[in-house]
């Protein structure tokens, strides 16, 4: 079993639609908890950033943490089409980068 | 600020040639990383440096693997021979101490590469 499940998708959406992604965890050290945006033939980018459980809101964007439920999730509202990329979740039990696992990525696809 | 330049953007090679991937982190980061992305396994960390010293390498998957970083503006990851289970994308990636608190990396966009 990996250590963070993520579904691949894609999953297609409406301009306009809220949208859900997710990802859960069997590691119950993991504290820190980041969501990545990567475009097509692109480098992935940092999107959020949250530490232990519980919400943060960045304009259209909401992380949540279930650290209970071993469960993260990004919300993201008004969809766009140029939200279209693929999400990753990332997150670790310390800070700095060497155990920073990565979520193997949900395509998103958001249709005019 | 141009960012994290990778190169080659592509590279296609045969089974048991040398391959070498080249990046140049932003100016004024002091650590770099070298990630492996599959659609399987994901975003893995193979090296990461700190002030141009390899720090964690336990990433490499085998002797096959060497990265190098001669000063603070390039860092080469070779492959030596490659194989086809080598085939992925390769990222690049750098950070300051300001930005690693938020977990910050700014990515590279990285090299596909193809070993028939």
Not at chain 1, 49 to 66: H, I, L, P
Not at chain 2, 70 to 80: E, H, Y
Request: glycine share 6%; hydrophobic share 30%.
């Amino acid at each position: 079993q990996k250590e963070v499940e993520q579904d691949p998708g894609p999953l297609s959406v409406p301009e306009g639609a809220i949208v859900s992604l997710n990802c859960t965890y069997s590691n119950s050290a993991f504290q820190y908890f980041m969501w990545y945006r990567q475009y097509s033939r692109k480098g992935p980018e940092l999107l959020m950033y949250t530490y232990s459980s519980g919400n943060k809101e960045d304009g259209r964007f909401t992380a949540q943490v279930d650290k209970s439920s071993k469960y993260i999730s990004l919300f993201i509202r008004d969809s766009q089409p140029s939200d279209s990329a693929t999400y990753l979740c990332a997150m670790s039990a310390y800070t700095g980068f060497q155990k920073l696992v990565f979520g193997t990525g949900t395509r998103l696809l958001v249709s005019p | 600020d141009a960012g994290v330049i990778q190169s080659p953007r592509h590279e296609v090679t045969e089974m048991g040639q040398e391959v070498t991937l080249r990046c140049k982190p932003i100016s004024g980061h002091d650590y770099l990383f070298w990630y492996r992305q599959t659609m399987m396994r994901g975003l893995e960390l193979l090296i990461y440096f700190n002030n141009n010293v390899p720090i964690d390498d336990s990433g490499m998957p085998e002797d096959r693997f060497s990265a190098k970083m001669p000063n603070a503006s390039f860092s080469t990851l070779k492959i030596q021979p490659s194989e086809p289970r080598d085939s992925a994308v390769y990222f690049c990636a750098s950070t300051s101490d300001r930005d690693a608190t938020n977990e910050k990396l700014f990515f590279g966009s990285g090299t596909q590469l193809s070993v028939l």
